[in-house]
């Protein structure tokens, strides 16, 4: 049976956060047990979700306490993270867990997405709390572009991957990514004005990651291991999106999905993204395609 792993690396230095985190992971760890791998009736899975979600929202208020105890100047931020999950993650997760009569499928995005939401947002932002990861950056001018990409990105992926990441250049469409996937999510502006940002990588590169990340040897992608990838994505994306737009707080996720090839070089090609960035893991690379956009234009009565 494959194991979610708890790793060291994921404390925070403070404990009774880091035992609130060890113990998520415990939940969805048993939640996996019992229904994914041992397929018990879903009366088993309705108390886990129940429990998970009644300790998640325990945690959150804890964690942003001690937060304001501190003075942590990311407070708003972060809590914004919290609120997303309390009030749209996590019922959306529940209304499709009911409506499916808890699906194999539907369970397992239920415990692809808390993992790696859990995942993402413990390196990346709960480790910033105690300074042992960057908070989040704020907005840079163009010509910063490189110390933003390492703020952004390769910091907090290396901090996820626990490896080496280098910046290789500038992303081309004739650039060779084997077995590319084509991961878009799109923000807006109050002003009409938007973000698209689109992830590029390989199967064996999301195989790759996920092995680093969760400590287990992936040989095939799941459901589990989709879910909790695409989540962990969004969360960096969401970190370039924003660095690189001009006005970070005011940009809301309007939607994700997956390209097909065609989709992705019918959007190269009506023009070149602003900022279109090519990495290296070991020998495999990923790329990342950010672009502003405007307004739509105004009709004419």
């Known amino acids: ?6 790793q060291d690396r994921f404390n925070i230095g403070v404990e009774t956060i880091d035992q609130a985190h060890h113990r998520l992971f415990s939940i969805v760890q048993k939640m996996m047990d019992l229904y994914v791998e041992k397929h018990e009736d879903k009366f088993a899975c309705v108390e886990g979700i129940k429990y998970f979600k009644a300790y998640a929202l325990k945690h959150f208020a804890e964690e942003e306490a001690y937060m304001q105890e501190i003075g942590y100047p990311g407070y708003r931020a972060h809590k914004r993270l919290h609120d997303k999950m309390r009030w749209e993650t996590l ?12 699906s194999t499928k539907a369970v397992q995005r ?4 808390c993992t790696g939401w859990l995942t993402g947002h413990i390196i990346i932002e709960d480790r910033a709390i105690t300074g042992k990861a960057a908070g989040r950056p704020a907005p840079v001018a163009p010509e910063d572009e490189r110390a933003a990409i ?19 250049g500038v992303y081309s469409t004739k ?6 996937q084509y991961y878009e999510l799109t923000y807006s502006a ?4 938007g973000l698209r940002v689109i992830l590029v990588i390989g199967e064996q590169m999301l195989l790759h990651a996920a092995g680093l990340i969760f400590d287990i040897d992936f040989y095939e992608r799941n459901e589990t291991v989709s879910f909790a990838m695409q989540e962990i994505a969004q969360n960096l994306i969401q970190r370039a999106a924003a660095s ?13 999905r ?23 893991v070991n020998h495999a690379c990923f790329a990342l395609c950010l672009d502003q956009l405007p307004p739509p234009a105004a009709s004419i009565s």
Do not use: K
Not at 150 to 168: D, K, Y
């Open 244 to 256: 690189f737009g001009e006005a970070p707080d005011e940009y809301q996720l309007a939607g994700d």
């Open 91 to 102: 019922p959306a997760l529940e209304h499709l867990l009911y409506d499916s009569n808890f």
């Open 110 to 113: 239920f415990i692809g997405v």
């Open 150 to 168: 390492h703020a952004t990105i390769i910091s907090p992926l290396q901090e996820l991957l626990g490896c080496s990441v280098q910046f290789a």
């Open 175 to 180: 650039d060779t990514i084997a077995d590319a």
């Open 258 to 280: 997956f390209l097909t090839r065609e989709e992705f070089d019918g959007i190269c090609g009506e023009h070149a993204p602003q900022h279109s960035l090519l990495f290296q």
């Open 1 to 6: 049976m494959q194991q979610i792993q708890w």
């Open 190 to 193: 109050p002003d009409g004005s």
